[in-house]
């Protein structure tokens, strides 16, 4: 597969971005807010960053994306679709009865889910078991998760960081969506996290800061953590949630509220001049 | 046209009016609190109010070291986090040590609805019920959980609460009073009994009516305590209909209709038919499919009640 550069991966993610509001719009329900926020970082890892075959989903060669918060699939839902793991027109079917596009991943009706989840806290234990697995088989296949920020409350999480520092798991990358929001509000005002990075590090893992927007600082950020030997990697992404669509950007409420057919033209009018602008098309 | 709310938005308010009858009332949630409606509370008692975060485990302990501390606790989270996520802690730290916190689970059963399975609660009343002293209760509307809510700032024994996300019809009338470990007659009836909990009683009652257009008069129970079970309501229904349906918008493993099995085999061997869900996972659609698709509506509960009739014509 191609590996998009940095221009290229943000025109894509301004795509995915328009598919994650359509389809949750269309569906009635979904979580916006946390999709968008992770678009960049889950568009880097899909598009340039991991091996892996679309038409080849249990490929044993594989990289492996664990999304521990699950609740941010209508994003997964359309980078998988974009780049074929199955048809797009599922996406329209998103949380309708019968579909395979479930409200949360599930690894048995998905092609290219690797593992259910949606109850928060629990992605990194089973990335951990796959970086176990995959040193125990001499593989290079490396294992990728995202967290958030609101989800490192979950005592879990930490049990499972303890793990990855121990056994060195140097094939493992967790990647933390700090959009500084959760459901009851600011996390800070819920209950705080941090400093994030300093805790990872405290728990012996190697601590990356950055703008979870900039694909520049992305880019760099996953190739330092492949140089990191004998320990895992955490890159902690600043980043906005519902980012790209300027009237709900930083809006608790858009956690897991979806915009009207009205909001969604305005947005997808948005996120069209980023489309054209970076691809230098005339409108 | 009838009046409905959500047995989760009575809860909230109950609460707050629990705040005011009780110093000691505490609330917990974990940042679900505009959703269990716990947020009633916290606008009206922000000091006695916690937010534990996204930590459900550490909201039980916490729990647990307030009402060892004397305080009236209530911690509320959906069904599927607050007894799934911490049955560990639920167990030693709160019912081993026989103290009386309030956990309440909104978003239980098929009716949460497009979150899909994860988010759908169908064990949670199997997992309560194994514990020792837990109370397990699952209220029928708005009107039972208000009532059973402050009744139950005097309890000593844990209790385990049952809510729904969705909006429901309301049963009961302003007077009505809950009382733990009772079972009601809603409407007689002398052919077959349909024992019904939560959301699913208002859907017994329409199957009744679809039950007499046939000549059939059943017997509708609300059995919105589910443990302690009420032995002898359940046990005259067996004598006197000798058909009995149980209703539940959870597993038919372990929730009511095994608690009613369990209790009729050993007491008095009877005709029963569960309506449930078959030990499988929900999944995401509108609650109104996923009732149809899992066989959780009127219809399906009057077809059971017809063949647990014919079986028992045929024991006798
Ligand atoms: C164990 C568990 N508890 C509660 C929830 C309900 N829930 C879904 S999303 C969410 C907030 C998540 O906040 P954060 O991790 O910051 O995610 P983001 O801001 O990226 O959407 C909560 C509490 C859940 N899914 N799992
Ligand atoms: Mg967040």
Partial sequence: MEKLGAEQLSVKSAEMRKEILKMTTCAGSGHPGGSLSATDIVVALYYREMKHKPDNPLWGGRDKFVL????????????????????KEELGKLRTLNSMLQGHPSSTKTPGIEISTGSLGQGLSVANGMALASKLDKSDSRIYCLLGDGELQE??????AMTSAHYKLDNLLAIVDFNRLQIDGFVEDVMGVEPIADKFSA????????????FEEIISAFAKAKECTDKPTVIVAKTTKCKGVSFIENVCDYHGKTLTSEELQKAIGELDLVCNIETGEER | MTEEIATREAYGEALALAGEKDNDVVV???????STKSVSFQKKFPDRFFNIGIAEQDMIGTAAGLAASGKKVFASTFAVFAVGRTFDQIRNSIAYSMLPVKLAGSHAGLATGEDGASHQALEDIALMRTLPGMIV???????????????????????YIRLCRLKTPVIF???????FGKGSVVEDGADVSIIATGIMLSKA???STLLKKEGINARII????????????????????GAIVTAEDHSIVGGLGGAVCELLSEKKPSSVKRVGVRDRFGESAPPEQLFEKYGLTATAIASAAKSALAEKDVQK
């Fill in chain 2, 205 to 207: 009652m329409e199957a």
């Fill in chain 2, 28 to 34: 917990l949630d974990a940042d679900l609190s505009k």
């Fill in chain 2, 173 to 179: 009338g302003d007077k009505y009073s809950f009382e």
């Fill in chain 1, 203 to 214: 728990f012996g893992w190697n601590s990356i800061e950055i703008d979870g927007h900039d």
């Fill in chain 2, 137 to 159: 209760a699952c209220p029928a509307d708005g009107v039972e959980t208000k009532s059973l809510v402050l009744k139950s700032l005097e309890l000593e024994n844990p209790l």
């Fill in chain 1, 155 to 160: 005592g879990q999480v930490w049990e499972a």
């Fill in chain 2, 222 to 241: 609300n059995m919105a305590t589910i443990k302690p079970l009420d032995e002898d309501i359940v046990l005259k229904a067996a004598s006197e209909t």
């Fill in chain 1, 68 to 87: 521990s918060k699950g609740h941010a699939c209508p994003l997964l839902y359309a980078v998988l679709a974009d780049l074929g793991y199955f048809p």
